[in-house]
């Protein structure tokens, strides 16, 4: 089992910055990818930014040059810091990772329980 710790996030006018932290926890051989993505009401989980073990990311076209993913703490936690926010940026962030579960080596995905991020006008 796998926790996934989310922080971060709150309130912020438009134009202003916001940083979400995620530190992964628990039964851990190795964290393929960490990712984040965003729901509002009413709309599926959408894709934000990826970050994989080798270093590479991937972003949503909504967010490229605006949102930054990082990999921090041995690749065990990443960052996503977030400029130049808008009022559609506003809903609830989760956090997503890959996890290779040590001993067997089985792969499983977690989620965080999301939080909130509120752009206003």
């Known amino acids: 089992q796998v926790d996934l710790a989310e922080s971060g996030g709150g309130s912020v006018r438009t134009g202003g910055s916001l940083g979400l932290s995620c530190v992964a926890s628990?039964?851990?051989?190795?964290?393929?990818?960490m990712a984040w993505y965003r729901q509002t009401p009413g709309n599926e989980r959408e894709f934000l930014a990826r970050?994989?073990?080798?270093?590479?990311?991937t972003y949503a076209p909504s967010v490229k040059g605006r949102f930054t993913i990082t990999r921090v703490g041995a690749g065990h936690a990443v960052y996503l810091d977030m400029v130049d926010l808008k009022p559609e940026d506003s809903g609830t962030y989760y956090c997503?990772?890959?996890?290779?579960?040590?001993?067997?080596?089985?792969?499983?995905?977690?989620w965080g329980q999301g939080i909130q991020v509120t752009v206003s006008a």
């Open positions: 997503n990772a890959d996890v290779t579960a040590p001993v067997t080596y089985t792969p499983y995905t977690y």
């Open positions: 628990g039964q851990i051989f190795n964290i393929a990818t």
């Open positions: 970050a994989r073990d080798d270093g590479q990311t």
